[in-house]
């Protein structure tokens, strides 16, 4: 199975400044891939499909990219209300793995 | 407005069984996929399974598998799963979740989640 490799575990940045979490895949996976956020103690949000297309509804400050092996989430510029675990999915084949998820907190 | 709304979970003993209900609504059922993700106390996100829309084709994770059995009922708008043999690493808060139809390059996709329901919380242990 295709296995997916977040890095960081977890950040600490200021508000303002921009983000940039990494997924890779032990595979190519094209375009396949996913970025969900979850807020603490709430219910996971899909933020980003197809690797770089955004979610109706999220904030244009979020942006992916990537494919093939490598993919990123951007936050432009972070905000206090992005204070969430994000965790990238492949969906190309079944199992639809997900990474072990980056933990982003405030400086 | 979608609505998830999982019920079934509860404390069972190892090679247990129970089985989990997803009562859908704001949107037509019978059109969309849906699947079951679940995480850990503590832990991150674990894909369990899916269901198709149109021939009812269904997936699993290799953990889960032969164990578990998802399945649909359209005119009650309602998701299950099955799951029996259960184990201690099957505890977790499981999500029902509706799966987003999207089209790209002349093939249509029904593989990532768009709407979650709150959970419902499985325990296994003796």
């Known amino acids: 199975d295709i296995q997916m490799t977040q890095s960081p575990s977890s950040l600490s940045a200021s508000v303002g400044d921009r983000v940039t979490v990494t997924c890779r895949a032990s595979q190519g996976i094209s375009n396949y891939l996913a970025w969900y956020q979850q807020k603490p103690g709430k219910v996971p949000k899909l933020l980003i499909y197809?690797?770089?297309t955004l979610q109706s509804g999220v904030p244009s400050r979020f942006s992916g990219s990537g494919s093939g092996t490598d993919f990123t989430l951007t936050i432009s510029s972070l905000q206090p209300e992005d204070v969430a675990t994000y965790y990238c999915?492949?969906?190309?084949?079944?199992?639809?793995?997900f990474g072990q998820g980056t933990k982003v907190e405030i400086k | 407005e979608v609505q998830l709304l999982e019920s079934g979970g509860g404390l069972v003993q190892p090679g247990g069984s129970l089985r989990l209900s997803c009562a859908a609504s704001?949107?037509?059922?019978?059109?969309?996929?849906m699947s079951w993700v679940r995480q850990a106390p503590g832990k991150g996100l674990e894909w369990v399974s899916a269901v198709n829309y149109s021939d009812a084709g269904t997936y699993y994770a290799d953990s889960v598998r032969g164990r578990f059995t998802i399945s649909r009922d359209d005119s009650k708008t309602t998701l299950y799963l099955q799951m029996n043999s259960l184990r201690a690493e099957d505890t977790a808060l499981y999500y029902c979740t509706r799966l987003l139809k999207y089209c790209s390059g002349g093939t249509c996709y029904s593989r990532v989640s768009d709407y979650w329901g709150q959970g419902t919380l499985v325990t296994v242990s003796s």
């Open positions: 197809a690797a770089s």
């Open positions: 704001g949107f037509t059922f019978s059109n969309f996929a």
């Open positions: 999915q492949k969906y190309n084949t079944d199992p639809w793995t």
